[in-house]
């Protein structure tokens, strides 16, 4: 079995604050791992980053260069089975931000059916933070990309579309909500925990 996890949640959730906790975790108790992040996560696929956070594409394209980058990452690693793969963010970003309309959500869960069963995500952690912390968050970051500034004003309609996914099978993942208004601590010690429970480490 191939172990692959993935990290999503709404901007000032936490994240990235997780995936560092995670990081450390993982090095510290030898536990072979690969990290990438979506859109990019290999040196070629940056330059479809910088295009995405750089442009003014209508949504569909936005869907069609999100899920090009994300079958060409999958296609260029090199999976093992002793070694568990982390991705900052996946498919249900993808869903969330971009899934505006129900057509733009069909397209998006055809697409999803496309990846092979074996490369989706065994735990999906899911950090939901309320609109009250994101706020007190936003004031102490001094940057933002396009992305931050476009999707800040649609937050109960992304909170909207993850909650969805919740209820969404995907192949045999699970998918875990983890309460992002806690401390960073606490939230770490919760996601460590499901990987046990889920005997991924």
Same mark, same amino acid.
């Given at each position: 079995?191939?172990?692959?996890?993935?990290?999503?949640?709404?901007?000032?959730?936490?994240?990235?604050? @997780?995936?560092?906790?995670?990081?450390?975790?993982?090095?510290?108790? %030898?536990?072979?791992? =690969?990290?990438?992040?979506?859109?990019?996560?290999?040196?070629?696929?940056?330059?479809?980053? *910088?295009?995405? !956070?750089?442009?003014?594409?209508?949504? @569909?394209?936005?869907?069609? /260069?999100?899920?090009?980058?994300?079958? =060409?990452?999958?296609?260029?690693?090199?999976? #093992?089975?002793? +070694?568990?793969?982390?991705?900052?963010?996946?498919?249900?970003? $993808? &869903?969330?931000? #971009?899934?505006? $309309?129900?057509?733009?959500?069909? !397209?998006? +869960? &055809?697409?999803?059916?496309?990846? +092979?069963?074996?490369?989706?995500?065994?735990?999906?952690?899911?950090?939901?933070?309320?609109?009250?912390?994101?706020?007190?968050?936003?004031?102490?970051?001094?940057? @933002?990309? %396009?992305?931050?500034?476009?999707?800040?004003?649609?937050? !109960?309609?992304?909170?909207?579309? &993850?909650?969805?996914?919740? *209820? $969404?099978?995907?192949?045999?993942?699970? /998918?875990? %909500?983890?309460?992002?208004?806690?401390?960073?601590? #606490?939230?770490? $010690?919760?996601?460590?925990?499901?990987?046990?429970?889920?005997?991924?480490?």
């Amino acid at each position: 079995m191939i172990k692959i996890i993935s990290l999503e949640g709404f901007e000032y959730s936490g994240k990235s604050t @997780q995936i560092n906790l995670l990081k450390r975790y993982l090095k510290k108790n %030898k536990i072979k791992s =690969e990290f990438k992040r979506e859109p990019g996560g290999l040196k070629n696929l940056e330059k479809i980053r *910088k295009v995405l !956070l750089n442009s003014n594409l209508n949504n @569909q394209s936005l869907i069609l /260069f999100f899920f090009a980058s994300r079958f =060409e990452l999958l296609s260029k690693i090199n999976f #093992q089975k002793d +070694k568990l793969y982390i991705f900052d963010r996946y498919f249900d970003s $993808t &869903y969330a931000y #971009q899934g505006n $309309t129900k057509s733009d959500k069909n !397209l998006i +869960k &055809y697409l999803i059916k496309l990846i +092979k069963k074996e490369l989706l995500p065994n735990v999906t952690f899911y950090l939901d933070i309320n609109n009250k912390t994101l706020l007190e968050r936003k004031k102490t970051r001094s940057f @933002q990309n %396009k992305f931050d500034r476009i999707y800040s004003k649609k937050f !109960l309609t992304i909170k909207k579309n &993850y909650n969805e996914l919740i *209820k $969404t099978n995907i192949g045999n993942r699970k /998918f875990i %909500k983890i309460d992002a208004n806690k401390s960073k601590d #606490q939230i770490h $010690t919760d996601i460590v925990n499901h990987l046990k429970l889920c005997k991924l480490i």
